[in-house]
């Protein structure tokens, strides 16, 4: 197996020069960069890894905890995250904390002892156990999707956060339904608890307000952010003495559990009630009628995780600061208007 020493004596550099190419410490000029990546390519080098953590105490390797990995959102996140990081030349350990507080604890501790140098969490609905450690252990983390960190002592977040804007965007989700004559518009609402769920509902109760609707409570009910919680929450609104005629749904998984309610009592889309979803997916486009959805940047969201957490590796004392993505509203035809184009551009 090669050495460093062996790449070097090919390169015709010292050792040193070969250290700086391949972790980049240090400037090297371009003509001797290549002879170095060249030695690299010929002899087969690999960096030893292990022995390089041990002296930079740094393993260049990131730990991600997301919930739902399956779902097609989360599925773009890591997307995200996985390319920002390989381009920095960090790997990724990933762990399910399955929206337990108590397990999400674990994994976080576990991802910490593998020595990742930070971590990248989309946190529970109770994220004090993790707020907890990582204070306790001074962890560099990056909190995405869902804000959780309060104000430190200068008035601002303790910690990183990158996430989409929430409530502007249902907002509009309600007021384009208001524009279409609906005058009583329901909301599934995400798992109590989380950031994204409470801004969601701020952004149906301003949406309702600006277009001059009262706010009903009964209308607005809790699928926790899954199929069969939105399936339940759906029946909820449907068995009202005045149903709602127009419905918003909190993110993809509680859309196919409306939809899958829907069609069980009989229900069209849009022609006996309109639809509008949080959360665009892959094949939103292909159902029948298409949804009218608000689409979040997954993948920048991923990778902007990253470049905080690299900044924040990089000056560990700066200011914790909260990042936000805007969102874009893709419309199609299950809100009851014409198809705009064939094609559901965003606009």
């Known amino acids: 197996m090669a050495t460093m020493a062996d790449v070097a004596r090919s390169a015709g550099v010292s050792v040193a020069t070969v250290s700086h190419v391949l972790n980049g410490t240090r400037p090297v000029l371009p003509h001797t960069r290549q002879a170095v990546l060249d030695a690299v390519e010929e002899l087969g080098y690999t960096p030893n890894t292990l022995a390089r953590s041990l002296v930079t105490a740094r393993t260049r390797s990131i730990g991600l905890a997301v919930s739902a990995i399956s779902n097609p959102y989360f599925t773009e996140i890591l997307q995200g995250v996985e390319a920002a990081a390989l381009e920095a030349g960090y790997s990724l350990l990933i762990a399910d904390p399955h929206d337990d507080p108590e397990h999400e604890r674990k994994v976080v501790q576990l991802l910490h002892e593998r020595r990742v140098d930070g971590l990248i969490v989309a946190p529970s609905a109770d994220p004090r156990g993790l ?12 909190f995405l999707d ?18 989409a804007d929430n409530a502007e965007p249902t ?6 339904l208001a524009g279409l004559g609906h005058r009583r518009i329901g909301l599934v609402a995400g798992r109590p608890g989380l950031s994204t769920t409470s801004e969601r509902i701020s952004g149906y109760r301003s949406g309702l307000a600006f277009a001059g609707l009262a706010y009903d409570g009964r209308l ?6 899954e199929s069969a919680g939105a399936e339940q929450a759906t029946e909820a609104l449907l ?15 509680m859309t196919i559990g409306v939809l899958r309610t829907l069609r069980a009592h009989g229900l069209s889309v849009p022609d006996d009630i309109a639809l509008c979803c949080f959360d665009d997916f892959a094949w939103a486009d292909l159902f029948s009628p298409r949804l009218t959805a608000i689409a979040q940047p997954g993948r920048d969201i991923g990778a902007r995780a990253v470049h905080v957490l ?16 805007p969102c874009a509203f893709v419309h199609r035809t299950s809100c009851g208007c014409p198809s705009p184009s064939e094609e559901g551009t965003p606009s």
């Not at 690299?310 to 993505?325: C, G, H, K, M, N």
């Open 131 to 142: 707020l907890a450690y990582l204070g306790r252990h001074d962890v560099p983390a990056v």
């Open 146 to 163: 869902r804000l959780v960190d309060g104000p430190g002592t200068d008035g601002g977040p303790r910690f990183d956060q990158v996430c």
């Open 171 to 176: 907002s509009r989700l309600v007021t384009h």
């Open 220 to 225: 607005l009910v809790h699928g926790d952010s």
């Open 239 to 253: 068995s009202l003495g005045v149903p709602p005629t127009a419905l918003v749904t909190g993110n993809n998984a």
């Open 310 to 325: 690299l900044e924040r590796l990089a000056e560990p004392d700066r200011p914790a600061r909260t990042v936000r993505l």
